[in-house]
């Protein structure tokens, strides 16, 4: 059900991308604000969609969990994979405005969680949040002087059906990957939020995946540091507050979701700024460090699964080293500013 729900979900995320940005060209609707909104969202559809169904259901663990370890697995993950590629270079307006904006976020949702839910009215505040980013990034949209998309050939009622369709699929897969994560956590005899926190979170992370590494692939560093960037900031807003929303009595999170995976993804949150700022690039073995703190969280998740009652020490071992090269990395470019100047 899993394996299926998520070929679901990228092909309904596909089809619902391809169907809107055709029909926003037919509505001359510039490129640059297609690629900042229906894009963004369009690729944190699976997300939207699981976590919501999993709020409805009554699986708060595999909503909240989907969540958390999408941003980690974006950041650590993905970034970290796309950046063996080749040096991700990153615009002076990400680094000033929107990894800024995702730290601050991260640390609103931590703030939010800390009291054990996410209230339906804190929902609506990031839903709030979430429409006037939105806002924010079409309005600076509309300045750029940017030709409109040219419509592509197929005619209105095939675009219409793909999104339709798109949608449609998306929700059958959530359905099914939700289920499946509940009885899999079940047989297993694990919580649901770390299967949501894994499982669940990669494979609705993969369009993200196949986005940023293509782009990689291309030179194009800048769109695959933003496509994250945005990504997460959906994923905190739309799809968080979507699902608090939508949960009859807030969404509940999980102990370990607070003292472990969301301080995690508020510190990689945090990493990503100066090792993005210095150069205004991600290197390789940047990339590295971040890959080595993936595996190394994944690994005190299955510590944890297996019942080895370490997390605290865990969590010090990891997060120690990542803190350390943060600091270090600040520090070498305020000393080279400082000999610059001199």
Known sequence: MMLVGIVLLLAGAEALVRGSVALAGRAGVPPLIVGLTLVSIGTSAPEVMVTGIAAVEGSPGVAMGNVVGSNIFNILGILGIAALFGALHVSRAVIRRDI???????????????????ARGEGLLLLVLAFVYTLHLAGAALREDVPPIKPAGGGVLRELFMAVGGIAALAVGAHWLVRGAVDLAGVLAVPEHLVGVTIVAAGTSLPELATTVAAARRGEGDLAVGNIVGSNLYNLLLVLGAGAMLSPTGLPVEPSAITFDLPLMLVAAFALLPFAATGFRIDRWEGVVFLVHFVAYVGVLVASALGHAVPDLLFLIFLIPLTVITIGIVGIRVRNKVRSSE
Not at 105 to 115: D, E, K, P, Q
Request: aromatic share 0%.
């Open 100 to 118: 800024p904006l995702l730290m601050a976020v991260s640390l609103l949702v931590l703030g939010l969680a800390g009291s054990g839910v996410v």
